[in-house]
């Protein structure tokens, strides 16, 4: 049984996360200025609900600051929500408990109560596009598909993370259309 709340104690707050992130530092952070939460995900968001969102990532991840930049500006933007992050290579035991296809795919979000019991998980990325990233990667040399998923991300704008997020933590989410 993993103890969430002394990973908690352990885990860095994102500003804290992106300040150490000697390499890719200026990505995560200008994601993160860049990152909108529309009033329909706020409007989500019963008052009262306390949610704490323990992130499994590295710097390196190139799926990282496109997800959890916009669920960082959400948790900032409504009380009673908390992220914290973990490094997925310091943490292989917990790694290995949210395992996808047996490979250690990053991030992983796993959501909390108030309480710290696990309330489900959710990772490495959108629904969508990792269907569409299983489909494609066998054929799709790494220099056509990484471009691809970086225009995904930039025209889903972090919606589907936020809706898909909200969802995991047992939260209703209005459907939206996400632009084209």
């Not at 609900?49 to 948790?75: M, N, Q, T, Y």
Request: glycine share 6%.
């Amino acid at each position: 049984m993993l103890d969430f709340r002394a990973l908690w104690a352990e885990a860095l707050p994102f500003e804290e996360f992106t300040s150490r992130s000697a390499e890719h530092c200026r990505l995560w952070e200008g994601m993160y200025a860049i990152a909108r939460v529309p009033a329909w995900v706020l409007e989500a968001v019963p008052p009262g609900v306390e949610r704490r969102f323990l992130v499994i990532v590295e710097d390196w991840c190139g799926d990282g600051p496109s997800s959890i930049a916009p669920l960082a500006k959400l948790v900032a933007q409504v009380p009673g929500f908390e992220l914290r992050i973990v490094g997925r290579d310091d943490h292989p035991a917990l790694m290995d408990r949210y395992l996808t296809n047996g490979a250690r795919s990053i991030p992983i979000v796993v959501a909390l109560d108030g309480g710290f019991r696990e309330l489900a998980h959710w990772g490495p990325r959108p629904r969508e596009l990792q269907a569409w990233v299983m489909a494609n990667k066998a054929t799709l040399p790494k220099s056509e598909l990484y471009p691809q998923i970086r225009k995904w991300y930039a025209r889903d704008q972090g919606l589907s993370t936020l809706r898909e997020v909200l969802e995991t933590a047992g939260l209703p989410v209005v459907r939206t259309p996400i632009p084209s």
